[in-house]
C-alpha cells in the first residue's frame, strides 16, 4: 500500500481552494492535511473537498483563527480531537490509517513577535503548548505514527535564511528549538524530510507576504513538518517541500510538504 501524504498550512481553507485543486491535480497525495483554516466546522467546505475526491474528513475548526482538517482518499477511524495549554482552540486532530498507523496533525502556536515569556503571553503559551506535547507523546511512543503540521519552530541552522540573524527571532530561539527537539527524543521521532535532504542544505517551507520578491530574497524558514517513528524508516520512499507553490496564484505564505511511503 503506497501513501501520499501532503501537510499544508493553507492560510484560510475558503480562500486556498483554487490551490488545493490544483495540489490534488497535480501532485495527487492520497491526504491531505491542513492547518489554520480559520473556519468553524459548519462552514468548512466539506463538499467541496470531496468532489476532489477526499470524502473522508477530521475536522476542527475555529472562527476566524487556527484549525484544522485531514481530508483522505483512504477510511479513517478513531478520530480524536486534543486541546492543549489550557486553551480551547483547533490545534490538533489525529486518527489511525490502516494499517495501523496513527496520523497526528498540527498547528503549533507562533508566539507573537517577542520571544521573552514573562511580557509575551503568546510566547508563553507555545512554549507551554511544546512541552505538554513532550510530556504526552513520552507516554505515548507509538510503535507505527506520523506528525505532520505547521510546527512553527525552525530547529537548525540551515532550516532559516539566517542562524545568526534569526537567533532572538521568534521560531528560531534556542529555547524554542530545544523545546521541539525534547519533543522528538521523548516521542522517538524522526524528521523524514531531513532523512532524505541533509542539515547541510538549506531548506525552507515559509516567506513572508511582506518580501517583494520572496524568491529572489529567499529569506525563508522551514516551520513546516513531518515526522516518522523509527518502525516507518524502512517504508519511506520520499519526503519534500512544494516550493513552487508560493509562486501560485494568491498562495499562502506557506508551502506543502509531502511524503511518500510504502507501507
Avoid at 32 to 44: S, W, Y
Avoid at 48 to 74: D, M, T
Avoid at 146 to 165: E, F, K, Q, T, Y
Amino acid at each position: 500500500m503506497r501513501i501520499r501524504i501532503a501537510t499544508w498550512n493553507v492560510n484560510s481553507v475558503r480562500r486556498r481552494l483554487a490551490g488545493l485543486k490544483r495540489l490534488a491535480k497535480e501532485v495527487s497525495p492520497d491526504i491531505i492535511c491542513l492547518q489554520e483554516t480559520k473556519v468553524e466546522d459548519a462552514k468548512f467546505p466539506a463538499s467541496e473537498i470531496s468532489e476532489l475526491g477526499y470524502q473522508n474528513q477530521v475536522i476542527y475548526g475555529q472562527k476566524s483563527y487556527h484549525g484544522v482538517a485531514i481530508c483522505s482518499r483512504y477510511n479513517l477511524s478513531d478520530s480524536k480531537r486534543r486541546d492543549w495549554s489550557g486553551k480551547i482552540e483547533g490545534r490538533h486532530v489525529y486518527c489511525r490509517l490502516e494499517p495501523n498507523i496513527e496520523l497526528h496533525n498540527f498547528y503549533i502556536p507562533a508566539g507573537g513577535n517577542i520571544p521573552d515569556q514573562d511580557v509575551n503571553e503568546k510566547f508563553l503559551h507555545k512554549l507551554n503548548f511544546l512541552e505538554e506535547m513532550s510530556v504526552w507523546f513520552a507516554g505515548r511512543r507509538n510503535a507505527r505514527a506520523i506528525l505532520v503540521g505547521d510546527l512553527n519552530v525552525a530547529p537548525s541552522a540551515n532550516d532559516v535564511w539566517s542562524h545568526r540573524r534569526l537567533l532572538d527571532v521568534v521560531s528560531h530561539t534556542p529555547i524554542e528549538v530545544a523545546a521541539l527537539k525534547n519533543i522528538m527524543a521523548k516521542g522517538n521521532w524522526v524528521d523524514a524530510v531531513r532523512h532524505f535532504t541533509p542539515e547541510t542544505k538549506k531548506l525552507f517551507s515559509w516567506w513572508s507576504y511582506r518580501a517583494h520578491d520572496w524568491s529572489s530574497s529567499n529569506r525563508g524558514r522551514r516551520l513546516d513538518h513531518i515526522w516518522v517513528t523509527p518502525s516507518l524508516i524502512p517504508a519511506l520512499d520520499a519526503a519534500w517541500i512544494l516550493r513552487d507553490t508560493r509562486g501560485w496564484l494568491d498562495p499562502s505564505d506557506h508551502v506543502p510538504v509531502l511524503l511518500d511511503l510504502d507501507v
